[in-house]
């Protein structure tokens, strides 16, 4: 019994979900042109739209079995790729543009980079419900800093200390696989994004810095949580090969 060749609708449906993918790399560019004009807010909300593509083109490509349809191409790679220019090289570049590192700083904004590059490389650098080792989240990380005025020596301390946590296996929530709490989370999310995204409208006004600062709960819960998760995931049986021997 041969295999249905895919029709046209399907075909144009999977090359669809992959060009959705690839938005992340024109948002890139104009991200740089933001920071070329120094425009924080601008930069951020580009950010912002890159991320929500990353977020939800998956829900599509399961939908449509993008996998399935064209395995000729690779997705996973692209988003790969659109990952880590967004979540750390585009960050690592936002820093002394915005001014978070003086320009005698410049070169800390390699940690994150050659960090992040290590983590995307690492075949356990995603388990069925996990991170192993600070996941890239340096977009977070820089919008943070930025939005409440770090002083350099503050940013340059963060980007050190998590930079070093790259290479530590410690195994952090994936939020929308780990069944840990995972409706509690998923849901706090969302509410966090949408103040993130809020806040990088409107960076400027007289509630940013407060609710900045609120909105610090959601990070603070996952890391809490991600330690209990990392105890969880340590203390589980062995399993395949040779656990039983």
């Known amino acids: 019994m041969t295999e249905t060749s895919p029709g046209p609708a399907t075909l144009a449906a999977a090359w669809g979900v992959h060009a959705y993918t690839a938005l ?6 104009l991200q740089v042109q933001a920071l070329a004009d120094g425009d924080g807010q601008r930069f951020f909300l580009l950010n912002a739209a890159a991320v929500f593509v990353d977020a939800t083109d998956g829900v599509l ?15 996973r790679k692209l988003d790969d790729i659109i990952d880590f220019i967004t979540f750390a090289f585009l960050p690592a570049v936002a820093l002394v543009p915005l001014g978070l590192l003086p320009e005698s700083w410049a070169m800390i904004a390699v940690l994150p980079v050659l960090a992040s ?5 690492q075949q356990r650098a995603k388990t069925e419900d996990s991170f192993v080792g600070f996941p890239s989240y340096w977009n977070i990380i820089v919008f943070y800093l930025w939005l409440l005025d770090a002083v350099p020596w503050v940013v340059a301390a963060t980007l050190v200390a998590l930079a070093v946590l790259v290479f530590v296996p410690i195994h952090y929530v994936y939020p929308t696989r780990a069944v840990f709490l995972k409706s509690v989370t998923v849901g706090f999310g969302y509410l966090w994004g949408a103040a993130i995204a809020l806040l990088a409208a409107f960076p400027q006004a007289w509630w940013a810095r407060p609710l900045g600062f609120a909105t610090l709960a959601y990070p603070i819960y996952y890391v809490v949580l991600s330690g209990f998760h990392h105890r969880r995931v340590v203390a589980r049986p062995p399993t395949g090969p040779g656990a039983l021997e």
């Open 117 to 121: 590059a290590y983590g995307f490389c």
């Open 24 to 29: 992340g790399i024109p948002f890139a560019l």
């Open 61 to 75: 490509a399961r939908a449509v079995r993008v996998w399935d349809v064209l395995p000729g191409f690779d997705g």
